[in-house]
């Protein structure tokens, strides 16, 4: 049956496009976001780049956004630049041949988008509230459904008692958003990457209004390090070259990477749901966390008006789990790009076989995921299948 009221926790991405998608539906949706609306920008805003494929957008555009809108605030991206961190030279671009449209895109830009559009199908949304446990009590007293929207730490989750194990990858991020690209050799057509060895590295992507974000994806002691100034000294080549980029790491926002588990995405009543990273939390590595948590909601939004949240649950769990072994497949090819030369060998190796065998070598994994028809689980299982007789690389992206 289908709920009359639903609440979402979590004003995310996610949490708006299932508002939005719900109330269009007739489903009287309220959200309930602990931080400012993301239509009065403050420092704090998450300007964090993130990559937005074909099937994340075709999630949104479920809501009735024009795809023009979203053209103006975001980025085409054909490939990836390595350049050395030391020097600023370019160590090889990759392309990412058909990768189904890849856009960059700032997470506060398309999150004020969606918070527009979910507003005007009339969802009623409260930022600047945090829920506690006895709040959470009695909105569970008032909704038919709480929908746990609320990142890696989700205390929804908790309150919903949806058993679930969190597990930290001893790997973090500090992001920055750098108005001036003064100083930065960038590709405006892709991303550009800077090695740091084992301590981890940062990606740069060009950004829709002007300037850039640059995202550090660092181990914790490579954190440790840019807390205390000695990342600073020791890659003192690199920051100097980029200005501004240091005073702004002196406030960034930092944060650590965890994946979650959960046993099951619904309470056993059908009450409450989780969703996003509140679900299943996704390093960084593939760029499919914002995609897979846009599925989530759309995905969910048909099963919440058609009574099936068991298909939603055992559908998006496999999705989730299948995501999360290609990611952390991915996190290698990542820390191999400045320690093994034999990298990008074998990626080219790859692409090249794959345009003139297709039939035996899959294309390229971000080729593969980015691809809408494509289940991340039938692209994991190319990658097993192949992977079982082709022992020259593995299939990275």
Known sequence: MTPRTVAIVGGGPSGMLLAGLLSMRGVKTTVFEKLHDARTPVKETKYLGLFLTQRGEN????????????KKISRVINGRRIACAQTGSSLGLKGWGNTHNVKVINRGDLLKLLTEKALETGAVIHHNTDLHEESLQSKKLT?????????????????????STK??????????????????NLDPSRVTVWPFGDYGFAHGTPSASGGVNITFVLTNEGLRQLDDGVFLRDHAAFFDSIEGLSSYLQSAVKGTFHTVH?????????????????????PPFLGQ???????DASTLSDALCEGDLSEFCRSRRCEAAACLDLTLRQKVYHFSLSKDPLTSLRTKYQSFMHSFLPSLYTPPLRQLVNDPETLYATALQRVEEQNQWYNFGRVYE
């Open 289 to 295: 966390g914002l995609n897979i948590s846009l599925e």
């Open 143 to 163: 909704f038919d459904v709480i929908v746990a929207a609320d990142g890696v730490h989700s205390p929804t989750r908790d309150f919903l008692s949806i058993p």
């Open 59 to 70: 999630c949104v555009e479920r809501l009735g956004i024009d795809p023009d809108r979203l």
């Open 167 to 184: 597990t930290s990858m001893n790997m973090g991020y500090c992001w920055a958003h750098l108005s001036s690209t003064s100083g930065i």
């Open 262 to 282: 959960c046993d099951s995405y619904v309470t056993q009543n059908g009450d409450g749901v989780v969703i996003g990273d509140a679900a299943h939390g996704m």
